[in-house]
């Protein structure tokens, strides 16, 4: 048997999320999110993110909602600044230029932050009327290195994004994972009144699919509705993804999920620590990312799923384990003991 820890969406949902689902299933409710799962799934939402006004749109995946979003808040000649290991500018294709925008990346190194420093000198370079304007910051929480910004981090990048006329844009497809991490020290109303919008991921943390943006200031949300429309982001069921976000944030289900799979990948980052294994970094989340020489790799594709992450050096790659809601501390233990056994 292989253990599964190539990423956190290999399981179709968590039972309470089908189970909501399934009761309401041959109800029959208006579509495109005109129904009532939708609008108590969407109050929720302002609710804990102590958001009143708070527009609040559901999404398929991740990069449709980076791509609509970000393109949505700019300016046809604006750019967005993204860190180099960022989602937006390394694992979606293309997506986002492909509407005409482009993507000032900035060299963020091992822990996948955007700091003001960085992006100052990209505003100096670009006062020049020939070149795109920059107008927003794309960031990830958790970063896309198990990272996580803490207060202070993130107050200093909005400070400066305010300061500069910058929109600040978080990706939060593992926000849950961000959000009950031992590193960090920012409820989730302090985080929404930091950024200018931001998302609530489902696809990573129990949902079958579907992300909730949240954009706190609703005047800068005008007509965003017709913008996922074009982007062909408005599924007929909506409903479907009102059920599973309402049932998401029921007796905390969200963050108890989140929590869990946290735990299981600090079990399973110790563990390799223990085994003598070298750390790319120390992740607070539910990524672990090792270094591993090439030649253990033919006996690691043997006895669990991962993915290869990065090039370390000519000898070595960076490999990634994901945990998630459904992740044992059986298989965590199980894998640790093959992987020892293996030696």
């Given at each position: ?42 109050d929720r939402i302002r609710e804990i993110c ?294």
């Amino acid at each position: 048997m292989k253990f599964l820890f190539r990423n956190d969406y290999s399981f179709g949902a968590h039972p309470k999320v089908l189970e909501a689902v399934c009761k309401v299933n041959l109800e029959g409710n208006p579509g495109y999110g005109d129904d009532r799962y939708t609008a108590m799934a969407k109050d929720r939402i302002r609710e804990i993110c102590g958001c009143p006004e708070a527009a609040v749109e559901f999404l398929i995946g991740g990069t449709q909602t980076n791509v609509t979003a970000c393109a949505f808040l700019l300016k046809p000649w604006e750019a967005a600044v993204c860190a180099d290991s960022g989602h937006l500018n390394g694992h979606e294709v293309g997506a986002f230029e492909a509407t005409g925008h482009k993507i000032l990346p900035v060299h963020a190194g091992g822990d996948g932050k955007v700091s003001p420093e960085m992006v100052a000198p990209l505003l100096k370079v670009h006062q020049d009327p020939h070149l795109t304007k920059p107008g927003l910051v794309y960031i990830s929480q958790a970063t896309e290195n198990g990272t996580v910004y803490t207060k202070a981090e993130l107050t200093a990048l909005s400070e400066f994004c305010r300061a500069n006329g910058l929109y600040l844009f978080a990706d939060g497809a593992r926000l849950g994972a961000a959000l009950t991490s031992d590193s960090n020290d920012l409820t989730l109303p302090e985080f929404a009144h930091l950024v200018d919008a931001f998302y609530i991921g489902g696809t990573k943390n129990g949902t079958m699919f579907g992300e909730a943006l949240v954009i706190p200031d609703p005047a800068l949300a005008k007509d965003f509705f017709r913008m996922k429309k074009r982007m062909g982001a408005v599924m007929e069921k909506g409903w479907i993804q009102g059920v599973m976000f309402l049932s998401l944030f029921e007796d905390d289900l969200y963050f108890k999920m989140a929590r869990h799979a946290n735990e299981m990948a600090a079990r399973l980052q110790n563990g390799l620590k223990a085994l003598g294994w070298q750390l790319w970094v120390e992740s607070p989340t539910n990524q672990v990312f090792a270094v591993v020489h090439n030649s253990r790799k033919a006996g690691l594709d043997e006895v669990c799923q991962y993915e290869d992450w990065c090039s370390y050096d000519e000898t070595h790659t960076v490999i990634r384990f994901v945990t998630c809601f459904q992740t044992s501390r059986e298989e965590v233990d199980g894998l640790l003991s093959a992987l020892g056994a293996s030696r």
